[in-house]
């Protein structure tokens, strides 16, 4: 992979939260505030059918009844929901037929992410859709797309024109009452994206999203939703970004994925919400719930890259209820200044010969915590199931912590799991051999650091990974005094 | 009336029936508060996620056994060390029997509880070390606190080696169907010195008898303590035991646990260091059968720079047994330079048996050496195969390599009759036949 | 080409160096040898800048230009290589990412532009067959489960890349056996010309039959007590460092 020296060194000396930028964009937002009426008017705005207006408003029902989860290893001044906007949109809404009708604003916003959307589309091919605020701008590919059978779209038109296939799998991975913020989200979520891969079908291109706050005051409540029919293969890529704001901005997202017989779903996000400034003012909290059942012989592999937010609770799990079936979980967390994470994964192994792999690798620099949390379950069926945990963590300074909490149950006699767990540092002895070859202090870091992540990284789609491997650079930047 | 109930109900009458050592009291009395506020731990608390105490506490306990119980010392031979001569400090249903004991207040204190509360000698040293290294918000440990009354007492001075090991044994006789003891154990080893303790609970015939134990042992500077928990009580008696250590510098304190018995059992292992170059050892052996339950807590809290930890625990579960190991090792921020190591192995033997393991890290310093492993299995069938194909029939191959597996715990043991007769359990409970000394 | 006055060097508060002299010119190998603990790790690191070490006294000068000041990678783009007795692990990062990153890092020191991977290449492939270096090697972690003589071996592969001006082999001869060491020692023969210098640091005699120092200075608490010829090296080998402690006594 490409070593690109140049294009680190500039990255390098962007001390700042380099996507921290507002875009002037007309947008049309509601009142603040969450009651009964605000969630018919989001389901009323975006011409829902009746099923789903009731649904939401049974997610909200619960939520009200549900309290906000106290367990994770993070402290933060609880949001007030009552002020948070819960739909703002660009106000041209989003019919473009072609690229050309899109507000040129907008595509300056691309442009800043990196996404050029035609770049995009000409090179990579890489399917996009973008989601900002609460709704989804553009979606590109999506007639090369249509020609497989493969649907990719937003939640919102999927709603619409696949109200079939939402009703069929919507909320049977995480159903609306799972836990507080899926609560909250199922009530008031305003866009995400829809993947439909029919059988057999290999989708012939990356498929990806691209989600960024815009507007002030607003949370971003988005719903994704990506079905691998049988025997079909799709590669999924999820990126994130947000302006810095001095207050704190809520994100709570849900991902449910269904993978059926011998399909397979390969889901990589990259996370760089604002993650507060140096004093750990601001920053987007990042509460989300991710989430996929594994039929048999399928195979669901999350891999994330998390170096943004305030505070992150999030946990991409797999249901392995099919035979056969495999779950994966590659992560990089990397945490700086006053950030706070309390990430993981649940391994659910039901079917019989069922395998999962966790590869963690935890970065604390600054006064951040970093925490694993991790649950490996083989219930009594599940004959020969095999689970491997790795969870490493790598301290950088006297004032951070990494922490790891890994459960583990076994209930079949036949399980063989293996978890292992260490911790360590970046060794002077490493960096002044480093020195010595003529490699500064804060390249040997940004060295070390890659090779420690390499199992992780590997793992990512080459675009993402070579953004990854600068993400890791700029988050852990000014680090080490 | 619930059991909280009526262990809030009674406590004035065991305090007006009790000694008035001021110290003391005041320390029971703010302890039944924490207890009165927390009540019974439930699967709530994180920590008592995979332990349920519900059934043991639906049951009405006698909490103020009788005194006359006697018991030859002939029926209960068995359980003492065989061939070397030890201190013993015998408890038969919470009760002192100085007709079974064997004690010493010749240099070193092997002796009660009870009487260093009462003798005016003691009063500086119970109200400097009585009930300061428990935690003080745990509802068990506190629970013991307001009835803390008997129990070991144990004071090594300054530079002396106990030449005897000593034996703390609890029987139980069953004249009380249900049972609630609550012993109390207060070990102190001053500078320079060095100790081997034995604690044993022990029912005599099968009955309902629960047992809340806290002990609290404090090692000095360069002190060595060898502390070993027999644990294979009969079906029906539970143990909970909270177990804490104040480690000063360069001292070693060294805990084995052999859980082979019990219906349910919960220790609370609770290491705190508050010197340099400390290092502490942790030794679990677990083989279960039925439904047996075991929790292992261990929680070791490296506060000072230096120092060393090792945990090593394996586990053998049969039938329907469950066992849990949550174990949690603390690096705080001065604690630089630490190392330790926690590894947890087990062997699910049959088809209804579980494990739940959690084992945590909790780091704040960086330059430190932390690493945990779990690992839930079978025995290597390639191993198994080789045996067999040196004739050995498969079940003999295969408790012999589990044999193996568990034998390895006990290298570490010091004493060694105690350790041929630990192998000598193990051997019979897995059904291997020995044939020779080892 | 160096030149070390009157070095005083401390660890810790404990002092290691006490007035070491030492002047090295082009083309020239000087041996450095002593008994354990006599400082001759020490002054490698002082040389290539360890931050652990202290130097309270002296000067050291390269090519003319004061380096004591100077950070320890600063000193290796002026041309400053050491050869590690003990190289560090680094997981994950590739001997050819590594190496990369050193050259890239020196040219850009120099205000250079990085070099072309067409370039790197051809010098990788180059200087692997001139150490007998199979390229597989190259893709390995740096460092990471490699054997002693590959971690040496590896050492020598850099300094042919980095083409230092003044390469200093800490102990480079030990824990090898006698192949290796002659590979090792052949590829240091291989690299070395008029304007390079070589200082070898070493406890035995050895590494001296392989490469033929021009002058050999004994070091004794933290001090050169006597300097002289390859013969020096035999004597020292013949009599021991016994020898030499009496002969100052």
């Not at chain 1, 859709?129 to 999506?142: E, P």
């Not at chain 1, 149950?409 to 911790?423: D, F, G, M, P, V």
């Not at chain 2, 030859?72 to 079974?100: A, H, Q, R």
């Not at chain 3, 460092?143 to 003589?149: D, I, K, L, R, V």
Request: hydrophobic share 35%; with cysteine; aromatic share 8%.
């Amino acid at each position: 992979m490409g070593y690109t020296e140049e294009e680190l060194k500039k990255e390098l000396q962007t001390k700042e939260y380099e996507y921290g930028f507002y875009t002037d964009i007309e947008s049309e937002t509601f009142p603040k505030g969450l009651n009964e009426e605000i969630v018919s008017a989001i389901s009323k705005k975006k011409g829902e059918p009746n099923w789903m207006t009731e649904w939401r408003l049974d997610a909200y029902r619960s939520w009200l009844k549900m309290e906000e989860p106290e367990w994770a290893n993070v402290s933060y001044e609880k949001p007030d929901f009552q002020n948070i906007s819960y739909y703002s949109a660009p106000k041209k809404k989003n019919k473009y037929k072609s690229l050309d009708e899109v507000d040129p604003e907008l595509l300056k916003t691309f442009d800043k992410l990196g996404i050029s959307i035609d770049e995009q589309k000409k090179l990579s091919g890489v399917a996009m859709d973008i989601v900002v605020d609460s709704v989804s701008v553009a979606t590109t590919f999506r007639d090369t797309l249509a020609e497989k059978g493969i649907i990719f779209c937003s939640i919102s038109e999927a709603i619409k024109n696949h109200s079939d296939l939402v009703k069929k799998y919507i909320g049977t991975i995480i159903p609306a009452k799972d836990n507080y913020y899926a609560a909250l989200n199922s009530a008031v979520f305003t866009d995400g994206s829809f993947c439909y891969i029919p059988k057999g079908v290999r989708c012939p291109m990356e498929l990806s999203t691209y989600f960024r706050i815009n507007q002030a005051g607003t949370g971003q409540f988005e719903r994704t939703l990506v079905i691998a029919d049988e025997e079909s293969y799709v590669s999924y890529l999820e990126g994130c970004t947000a302006p810095s704001r001095d207050e704190n901005q809520l994100h709570a997202a849900v991902v449910e994925l269904i993978a059926h017989d011998n399909a397979e779903i390969k889901y990589s996000t990259v996370q760089n919400w604002f993650p507060g400034d140096k004093d750990g003012k601001g920053g987007v909290f990042n509460f989300v719930t991710k989430r996929g059942i594994c039929h048999k012989n399928a195979k669901i592999s999350w891999t994330q890259v998390e170096t943004g937010s305030a505070v992150t609770w999030k946990y991409p799990s797999c249901i392995l209820k099919g035979d056969n079936s495999i779950g994966e979980f590659y992560s990089i967390a990397v945490t700086n200044n006053f950030q706070q994470a309390d990430t993981g994964t649940k391994m659910i192994h039901i079917g019989k010969n069922t395998k999962s792999t966790i590869i963690s690798k935890g970065i604390s620099a600054g006064q951040s915590q970093n925490s694993y949390r991790g649950l490996v379950q083989v219930s009594p069926r599940a004959q020969n199931a095999r689970n491997f945990s790795q969870c490493d963590s790598l301290l950088m300074g006297n004032k951070c912590g990494a922490h790891t909490f890994p459960y583990i149950e076994a209930r079949n006699k036949s399980a063989q799991i293996e978890h292992e767990a260490t911790t360590s540092k970046i060794g002077e002895d490493q960096i002044f051999y480093c020195n010595q070859r003529g490699i500064d202090t804060e390249k040997a870091i940004a060295l070390i650091v890659n090779g420690f992540s390499k199992e992780v990284l590997n793992k990512l789609p080459m675009e993402f990974a070579v953004e990854a491997q600068k993400l890791l650079e700029i988050t852990l930047e000014g680090s080490v005094g | 009336m619930e059991l909280k109930e009526k262990l809030l109900n009674s406590h004035l009458a065991f305090e007006e029936q009790s000694d008035v050592n001021e110290v003391v009291q005041t320390q029971r009395i703010n302890s039944l508060k924490v207890f009165q506020e927390k009540g019974f731990p439930t699967k709530k608390i994180e920590a008592w996620k995979y332990t349920s105490l519900s059934s043991l506490i639906k049951k009405d306990y006698v909490l103020f056994p009788k005194n006359d119980t006697q018991v030859e010392f002939k029926k209960i031979k068995k359980y003492f060390l065989p061939d070397i001569e030890t201190f013993k400090i015998v408890f038969i249903n919470g009760i002192y029997s100085p007709f079974l004991s064997d004690t010493t207040h010749d240099g070193l204190d092997v002796c009660l509880l009870s009487a260093a509360f009462n003798q005016s000698k003691y009063n500086e040293i119970i109200k400097k070390y009585f009930n300061k290294s428990v935690i003080k918000d745990e509802s068990l440990a506190s629970l013991n606190t307001a009835y803390a009354r008997e129990g070991a007492y144990i004071f090594i001075p300054k530079n002396m080696v106990s030449e005897k090991p000593i034996e703390i044994m609890h029987f139980s006789t069953g004249e009380q169907k249900t049972l609630w003891l609550q012993p109390r154990n207060l070990i102190i080893v001053e500078k320079n010195s060095q100790v081997q303790i034995i604690e044993r609970h022990q029912s005599l015939v099968d009955h309902d008898v629960v047992t809340n134990s806290v002990t609290e042992i404090y090692a000095h500077n360069d002190a060595l303590v060898d502390y070993y928990k027999i644990q294979n009580d009969l079906d029906s008696a539970s143990l909970i035991d909270n177990t804490y250590i104040d480690q000063e510098k360069n001292s070693h304190v060294s805990v084995h646990t052999f859980s082979f018995g019990g219906n349910l059992v919960r220790n609370n292992l609770n290491y705190l260091h508050k010197g340099e170059h400390i290092m502490s050892t942790l030794k679990g052996l677990t083989i279960l059968k039925d439904k047996q339950h075991i929790d292992h807590n261990t929680l070791v809290n490296h506060s000072k720079p230096n120092c060393e930890s090792h945990q090593d625990y394996k586990g053998i579960f049969s039938d329907q047994s469950k066992g849990v190991f949550n174990g949690k090792i603390f690096v705080h921020k001065t604690a630089q330079k630490t190392n330790a190591f926690q590894q947890s192995n087990n062997i699910l033997i049959d088809d209804k048996a579980t494990i739940n393991s959690k084992p945590q890290l909790e780091i704040f310093a960086d330059d430190v050496k932390c690493s945990h492993g779990c690992t839930i299995g079978q025995l290597n069938e390639e191993t198994l195969f080789y045996l067999r194909s040196r004739g050995i029939p498969r079940k003999e191959a295969k408790a012999l390599l589990t044999y193996a597996f568990a034998n390895n715990i006990l290298q570490s043991v010091q004493i060694n009759v105690l350790k041929k007769r630990i192998n000598e359990q193990i051997a019979e409970k897995l059904g291997v036949d020995l044939g020779f000394d080892l | 080409m160096l030149t070390i006055e009157n070095l005083h060097a401390t660890v810790d508060g404990k002092s290691i160096l006490n007035g070491v002299d030492l002047d090295v010119k082009s083309g020239e190998v000087h041996a450095i040898m002593g008994p354990n603990g006599s400082g001759k790790s020490t002054l490698s690191s002082v040389i290539a800048g360890n931050e652990i070490y202290e130097m309270t006294e002296g000067n050291i000068l390269l090519n003319g230009e004061e380096i004591k000041d100077m950070d320890a990678e600063e000193r290796a783009h002026k041309g400053i290589f050491m050869s590690f007795q003990y190289p560090v692990e680094i997981p994950g990062v590739s001997v050819t990412n590594f190496i990369k990153t050193a050259i890239n890092s020196s040219r850009k020191a120099q205000g250079l532009s990085d070099m072309l991977a067409s370039e790197m290449l051809k010098k990788i492939r180059e200087k692997a067959e001139l150490l007998e270096i199979d390229t597989k090697f190259l893709s390995r972690s740096l460092n990471e489960g490699f054997s002693g003589g590959e971690k040496k071996r590896n050492e020598i592969f850099q300094m042919a890349m980095l083409e230092p001006k003044l390469s200093i082999l800490d102990e480079t001869d030990s824990g090898l056996d006698i192949d290796a060491l002659k590979i090792v020692a052949n590829g240091v023969n291989k690299l070395r010309n008029n304007n390079n210098a070589v200082i070898i640091i070493t406890h035995y005699q050895r590494l001296l039959n392989y490469i033929s120092p021009d002058f050999v200075h004994v070091l004794h608490d933290g001090k050169i007590v006597k300097s002289g010829t390859k013969d020096l090296a035999h004597e020292l080998e013949a009599k021991g460092y016994d020898w030499i402690k009496d002969d100052i006594d």
